[in-house]
């Protein structure tokens, strides 16, 4: 029974609608996990199933219970796709994670097990990233792929602090030259 519990909530689970994102109930996300999965490559574009995705249940940094549920089924897509798709997925569930802190809502007992089981899946696939070359992923070696690669693996292994600061090396000049500690992103737990 316990190994059930990994397995990620069923998209067609009424459990859905009792839980949430950024805009609401999170009934939603099954549709847009579906139409994710459909794609023949997965790519962010704008108003595309991923940022739709991405809107709904990271928004800022705001992961909610239905962030949760849908942590596991990005692993699970990310499984079957190549290492140029598999990144987005990836680093998707690890500011999910980055930002899960006690000023967010918990994660239902219920989805804890596949929730965190998906992590360790996703931990070992982003630390795989590392043995590809980067020139067979259909992509040109874009220097923020390896910049999401190390905060993924720093996040995912629970070093929410130094996520942080690799998620905004680019930024740390910026923040360092405000007076105001308010205007710096919220700082990890």
Known sequence: MAEDRKTPLPLDSPRWKELAHVYGSAAD???????????DHIEFQHDGPLDEIISAIYHQG???????????HLV???ESRPPGERLPLLSLCSWIEQYRTSTRP????DLEPAYHHALARA?????ELLAVPRSSWGSFGDPYELHHIFMSIAALSG?????FLID????????LKQENP????PWPE
């Open 182 to 185: 308010e205007d710096w992103p």
């Open 29 to 39: 996300m099954p549709d847009a996990i579906r139409r994710l999965e459909k794609l």
């Open 106 to 109: 918990r994660i239902p007992e």
């Open 62 to 72: 705001d992961p909610d219970t239905g962030s949760y549920a849908t942590v596991p």
């Open 76 to 78: 699970r897509i990310a």
């Open 168 to 175: 905004h090396i680019d930024d740390l000049e910026f923040y």
């Open 123 to 127: 931990l070992t696939m982003t630390i």
């Open 159 to 163: 070093e929410r602090k130094l996520a």
